[in-house]
């Protein structure tokens, strides 16, 4: 009599289970040192408060503001190019782009979804602050300014090889907490930041909210070709920026041009716009609109924080979202 032999299959464990353990186990190790770590250091800085700066302050254009000038700014853009050949010429020489909205997609944002604001005050981050930045933000004019909100007066625009951005007037009570060099132009090297490509704008959105937000031109602005100058002239909205450029160096731009307006008179080729106002090329694929319309732009004055501790935050959240994924993955093989 023959006995058939039968063999039990045993389910073998991928090898790769006591790795992925092991990295779930690290992981989840990573979260909660966060978090252990995280409340001890916001506790350090609310007993420290008086220590703690901001990375700078400004104004921060209100969201729908923010959104709907720079689609009306990129609008602009794009119609003047289309209406004046020389323009779209030279800078489809310096920007290497054929098309125009190739040309506005060159132009773009770091932070593509923050709003748009103008710096009033950079003070660094600690404890290498710039020199004045503990002065200035114990001013009381500082801290009577701080969450009041103004209106930013936006009065043209500027264009070049570097750089897109808005020219902004600034009121006498805004220029009491202004205090940025006016004279600093562009240094030898530009400083350079990871970009993020903004979504292709509809040149239709909210233009109809937006045209109640704009009015003439002040009289010692209109057909001024050099609006501004001196204390707060570098006052500025940066629309965008080219690859590996970083947003500082639309002031720069902007400090280089106003120069320019000083020392160039009639000899400067000046075009009228269509839609009102005039486009002048100072030369090096540098232009200037100076529009018969100025826009109106609600803003806040506050202290802009850099973030860290959101980061480290989001950090931790992150470990432990991969690290459930990894435990449930493993559940599921055994």
């Known amino acids: 009599m023959c006995v058939k032999k039968t063999t039990r299959r045993t389910r073998k464990t991928p090898l790769i289970s006591p790795l992925l353990l ?10 909660v040192i966060v978090c252990i770590i995280m409340p001890i250091q916001v506790v350090e800085a609310a007993e420290n408060a008086d220590a703690e ?9 209100e969201t729908e503001y923010s959104s709907s000038f720079l689609n009306r700014s990129r609008k602009m853009l794009a119609d003047t190019l289309q209406e004046i050949p020389d323009f779209l010429k030279d800078v489809q020489n310096f920007t290497q782009k054929t098309y125009i909205t190739d040309i ?14 103008c710096t009033a005050m950079y003070n ?23 969450n009041q909100v103004s209106t930013l007066h936006s009065i043209g625009w500027i264009l070049t090889p570097r750089t ?16 940025q060099n006016d004279t600093e132009g562009n240094p030898k090297e530009a400083k350079v930041n990871t970009k993020t490509f903004i979504t292709p704008i509809t040149y239709g959105q909210n233009l109809r909210a937006y ?34 450029v970083g947003a500082v160096t639309t ?10 307006e000083g020392i160039n008179g009639s000899e400067v080729k000046t ?22 319309k100025q826009f109106l732009l609600e803003s806040t004055f506050l202290g802009y924080d850099s973030g860290t501790r959101q980061l480290a935050a989001s950090f931790s959240l992150l470990c432990l979202c991969c690290a459930f994924a990894i435990l449930t993955m493993f559940k599921q093989k055994l």
């Not at 092991?22 to 979260?31: A, E, K, N, Q, R």
Request: proline share 6%.
């Open 164 to 179: 897109f951005g808005a020219r902004i007037k600034l009121t006498k009570n805004q220029l009491l907490v202004w205090n």
């Open 124 to 146: 660094g981050v600690s404890p290498n602050y710039v020199p004045g930045a503990q002065e200035y933000s114990e001013k009381q004019v500082v801290k009577d300014n701080l």
């Open 251 to 260: 002031g720069y731009d902007l400090v280089d041009l106003i120069r320019l």
């Open 53 to 61: 700066l901001p990375l700078y302050y400004g104004w921060f254009v």
């Open 22 to 31: 092991t990295f779930s186990s690290l992981l989840m190790l990573s979260s």
């Open 271 to 292: 075009y009228d716009i269509p839609k009102g106002g005039w486009l002048r090329n100072y030369g090096d694929g540098q232009w200037v609109f100076y529009p018969t």
């Open 104 to 117: 506005l997609l060159h132009y773009t944002r770091e932070n593509a979804d923050e709003v748009l604001h």
């Open 211 to 244: 045209k109640e937000n704009s009015t003439d031109q002040d009289p010692d602005v209109m057909g001024n070709f050099q609006p501004t100058s001196g204390n707060g002239s570098k006052a500025h909205l940066t629309l965008g920026c080219s690859p590996g």
